[in-house]
């Protein structure tokens, strides 16, 4: 949010990009994630529901890996609960035959750069500019 402010202040036009991360505070993206967007970290699907139907999110990333879950059912009800939002999924397994109602699905072992790339691939389809 503080990179939103100082663009604003200094006259910068864009629009940022705002991520919802459901993970476990464990969760290796984080960091990387707040560095880059505005990005908000949740502990459940619920708690992406509230804060996605409170704010304007552009992509929701579902960490299945550090929530111990494949995640499966949880993004399904956010594909049903936000069908036009992008969505991304980690998922804990190693095939690629994941399946998964996410735009999305990057399968363990996940390098934090195919995340962020993701997430530039899929909010550079709708043309919001990216933060640098």
Same mark, same amino acid.
């Given at each position: 949010?503080? !990179?939103?402010? #100082?663009?604003?202040?200094?006259?910068? /036009?864009?629009?940022?990009?705002? =991520?919802? %991360?459901?993970? /476990?505070?464990?969760?290796?993206?984080?960091? !990387? %994630? +707040?560095?880059?967007?505005? !990005?908000?970290?949740?502990?459940?699907?619920?708690? !992406?529901?509230?804060?996605?139907? +409170?704010?304007?999110?552009?992509?929701?990333?579902?960490?299945?890996?550090?929530?111990?879950?494949?995640? #499966? @059912?949880?993004?399904?009800?956010? @594909? /049903?609960?936000?069908?036009?939002?992008?969505?991304?999924? *980690?998922?804990?397994?190693?095939?690629?035959?994941?399946?998964?109602?996410?735009?999305? =699905?990057?399968?363990?072992?996940?390098?934090? @750069?195919?995340? %962020?790339?993701?997430?530039?691939? *899929?909010?550079?389809?709708?043309?919001?500019?990216?933060?640098?």
């Amino acid at each position: 949010m503080q !990179a939103v402010i #100082e663009c604003i202040r200094n006259g910068t /036009e864009f629009m940022a990009i705002s =991520v919802v %991360l459901i993970a /476990e505070t464990r969760s290796n993206f984080i960091t !990387a %994630l +707040q560095k880059h967007y505005s !990005a908000q970290v949740v502990h459940s699907g619920k708690q !992406a529901v509230a804060i996605t139907q +409170q704010h304007a999110i552009d992509v929701i990333i579902l960490d299945a890996i550090s929530l111990n879950t494949s995640g #499966e @059912r949880i993004c399904k009800r956010l @594909r /049903e609960t936000f069908p036009d939002i992008s969505l991304i999924h *980690l998922h804990p397994n190693k095939k690629a035959d994941v399946q998964s109602l996410a735009d999305t =699905v990057l399968c363990h072992p996940i390098p934090t @750069r195919a995340l %962020l790339s993701a997430i530039e691939v *899929l909010t550079s389809k709708r043309h919001i500019p990216l933060l640098q």
